[in-house]
Nanobody
């Protein structure tokens, strides 16, 4: 499966962005999709994930009250809605696919990665 992340940009603190992760391949609906981010000089960190069926999601503590993750398997797309953005959310955001059945936050569990999309939040 190939993944394409989009939707990043420059936004002021308190604003919103919606990231999209579009996938090719007819097995997309079988994958758990995760979002990770990496800020300059920092390690990549887990943001959110959604099970293949959409019935289970997991968001990291720093974002769980501000971000939501959803998917539309008919469109082979997963969305990350980011509200109340903070400067510390600035990072390159990556989406990744895992063929496992359990939602996971471990980057090593993900088999396929897309290119990143830059999110910059100004104060």
């Amino acid at each position: 499966v190939q993944l394409q992340a989009s939707g990043g940009g420059l936004v002021q603190a308190g604003g919103s962005l919606r990231l999209s992760c579009a996938a090719s391949g007819d097995t997309f609906s079988r994958y758990t999709i995760g979002w990770f981010r990496q800020a300059p000089g920092k390690e990549r960190e887990f943001v959110a994930a959604i099970r293949w069926s959409g019935d289970s999601t997991y968001l990291a503590d720093p974002v769980k009250d501000r971000f939501t993750i959803s998917r539309n398997n008919a469109k082979n797309t997963v969305y990350l809605q980011m509200n109340s953005l903070k400067p510390e959310d600035t990072a390159v955001y990556y989406c990744a696919a895992d063929f496992g059945k359990v939602v996971t936050s471990s980057a090593s569990d993900y088999d396929y990665w897309g290119q990143g999309t830059q999110v910059t939040v100004s104060s």
